[in-house]
């Protein structure tokens, strides 16, 4: 039973870890390079993350600088940023990429936090989808009804601290869109 709750768990933290990654992706109006993690670069006829090509950094609260290691893949670079569709337009100076990031409008914050409290969701809907699968588990183990309804509410336990730490987390990312 100890495997069990051990699995559960660690499909939870992977859970939790992945729905971070995701509101990571949610711009709260002030630069973040992580904006840029789902941008890929076709970089000799290999897909290639920006910031392996690249260095990424913040000369102010809302710009981003990306200053390729070869400057023959400016245009690729460029090319990459509106196909990724992420809101942003790259200005090329023909040595750097300057991405300025537009202050955020009342409605686009909700919007956001919409997006944000979507995620959330996602991530209690797999947390739930762990507890079943791993109440299921306990009840195919050759244990006693006892040991079965403690094992249980111990999954149950598990449920609870995670959702928790979702709703915290999504509750962060709610007060960060919403501050100006």
Do not use: H, W
Request: proline residues 3%; negative net charge.
């Amino acid at each position: 039973m100890e495997e069990i709750l051990l699995e559960a768990e660690e499909k939870m933290n992977n859970s939790i870890e992945s729905m971070e990654k995701r509101l990571t992706n949610i711009r709260a109006g002030r630069a973040n390079p992580a904006i840029l993690d789902s941008v890929m670069i076709n970089y000799y006829g290999v897909d290639t993350q920006l910031k392996q090509l690249s260095n990424i950094s913040i000369p102010e609260a809302r710009q981003l600088l990306i200053k390729p290691f070869d400057k023959s893949c400016l245009q690729l670079i460029e090319k990459a940023i509106y196909e990724a569709n992420i809101g942003l337009t790259p200005n090329n100076n023909g040595e750097v990429i300057i991405l300025n990031i537009p202050a955020l409008t009342e409605d686009t914050r909700r919007e956001y936090v919409k997006q944000a409290k979507s995620i959330g969701e996602d991530c209690k809907v797999a947390l739930r989808n762990i507890r079943q699968d791993s109440n299921n588990d306990i009840k195919k183990a050759e244990l006693t009804e006892d040991q079965i309804k403690e094992g249980q509410e111990e999954v149950q336990e598990l449920i609870n601290k995670y959702n928790k730490i979702v709703d915290e987390k999504i509750k962060i990312k709610e007060n960060e869109l919403m501050t100006v």
